[in-house]
């Protein structure tokens, strides 16, 4: 039987020691998308707007534990060892089991890509991609990064938090433009109160999209989105469209409260005397 072996940590992980140098590790990460999947230090250091020598360190430490592969040339990317841990993540992600269906269904009925976005940290992250057939689509892939200062995914996301968490999100924009993060306040505050969020040329040029909510109890877990091309979503069509997410928002929300319950009866049937005295 193979036996699992501890990550041997390098001496450089004290350069990244506390929650900030977590937070510049994951930073470092999460710079590197589809499109952008080589970057050298100095690309990492615009993007992420931390010091180059702090980035040579975590470089390092990334290298040391196998995250990050690098070449001759000084560009890096991120190594194959975070494809098992996608594939880790996605098969934890409980709630993919119940929307992969709706998603399917949804795609097939709208002819869009479809996907399902969380709240992961500070960033919304795309975890789950069911892809349309169409020629001319939308290229959405699972771990992709999303901003959380557009967008319809981003705006239903941060409508679903409380206000504290909320205001704490807002602040980091707010540092840089305040009047920008007021209007992200009042295009929040209105998605939550019409429980979903619409947008239209923000994230992507010619791309209109529409999200709405997936909740576990009262809490919001996640959002499912479809990005259309604005060709085929014209405003006649756009009603349709946001009729069919908030329809199937709602599907994958009754499929998670009948989990929910098939559970509980489970685990009353298998300990009745446990759950005796409970209401």
Do not use: W
Not at 141 to 160: I, K, T, V, Y
């Amino acid at each position: 039987m193979a036996r699992a072996s501890a990550v041997k940590m390098p001496p450089e992980t004290s350069a990244a020691h506390g929650c900030e140098g977590a937070r510049r590790v994951l930073a470092l990460m999460l710079a590197f998308t589809a499109d952008k999947n080589t970057l050298t230090a100095r690309d990492l250091a615009a993007a992420t707007g931390i010091a180059l020598p702090s980035v040579y360190r975590y470089i390092t430490l990334l290298r040391e534990t196998g995250l990050l592969a690098g070449d001759e040339r000084g560009t890096y990317r991120l190594s194959a060892r975070l494809i098992g841990l996608a594939r880790a993540a996605e098969a934890a992600e409980s709630i993919i089991d119940i929307a992969e269906p709706v998603m399917a269904r949804l795609a097939a009925e709208t002819g869009e890509t479809v996907i399902l976005v969380r709240l992961i940290g500070r960033t919304a992250v795309c975890v789950h991609r069911v892809q349309s057939a169409q020629r001319l689509r939308i290229s959405f892939e699972p771990g992709q990064a999303l901003p959380l200062d557009r967008g319809a995914s981003a705006r239903m996301l941060l409508a679903g938090l409380v206000p504290e968490q909320r205001r704490e999100y807002l602040a980091q924009l707010a540092g840089r433009d305040q009047e920008a993060a007021a209007r992200l306040e009042a295009m929040v505050a209105q998605a939550a109160r019409d429980g979903y969020a619409i947008s239209e040329e923000e994230v992507e040029k010619g791309v209109f999209a529409v999200a709405a909510p997936i909740f576990q109890g009262k809490r919001t877990i996640a959002v499912i989105t479809v990005p259309s091309p604005l060709v085929r979503a014209p405003a006649p069509l756009q009603e349709k469209l946001l009729d069919q997410v908030r329809l199937a928002a709602q599907a994958i929300n009754e499929g998670l409260r009948a989990g929910r319950r098939a559970l509980r009866g489970y685990q009353s049937h298998r300990y009745p005397a446990e759950h005796a005295g409970l209401s």
